[in-house]
């Protein structure tokens, strides 16, 4: 049992490693923001990045839908519903203050390739698309 444990420990060290190229003193408040827009929005990669407190995402998706949400803030709320059409579709939606609400629901040609961006405290905003 003991050889195995080397064994182990022996493979695990012989991985290659590779760490993230990120400078850990420079990231603050005012940077952090940059540095998650600097992302390619080109990527078929849904994906959602919350900083702050008491933040919900619920979003009911095709298989076809790419989505970037940002929500950067304390209680900031986003419903993205898209699983009523197999139409692909692209959206980024980014939250920046308190207290937030964005309500998307459904796709159409217009709403392709739509970018959100909410900016203050205590705004809602309701979208329907069909």
Known sequence: ML?????VLLL?????????NTD??????????????????????SY??????FNNAELSLNARTSIAVKQ???YNTLYFINSFT?????ASI??????????????NS???GMQINMKGDNKTVFMRNY
């Open 86 to 90: 197999d139409k692909e579709t692209k």
């Open 72 to 74: 950067l803030g304390d």
């Open 3 to 7: 050889n195995l444990q080397w064994g």
């Open 24 to 45: 850990w003193d420079k990231i603050n408040s005012n940077t952090i923001f940059n540095m998650i827009t600097m992302q390619n929005m080109d990527q078929d990669l």
């Open 94 to 107: 980014t939250t920046q203050g308190n207290n937030n609400i964005i309500d998307v629901t459904g796709s």
């Open 48 to 53: 959602v990045i919350q900083i702050g407190d």
């Open 12 to 20: 695990f060290m012989m991985l290659p490693l590779h760490a993230q």
């Open 110 to 112: 217009i709403s392709e």
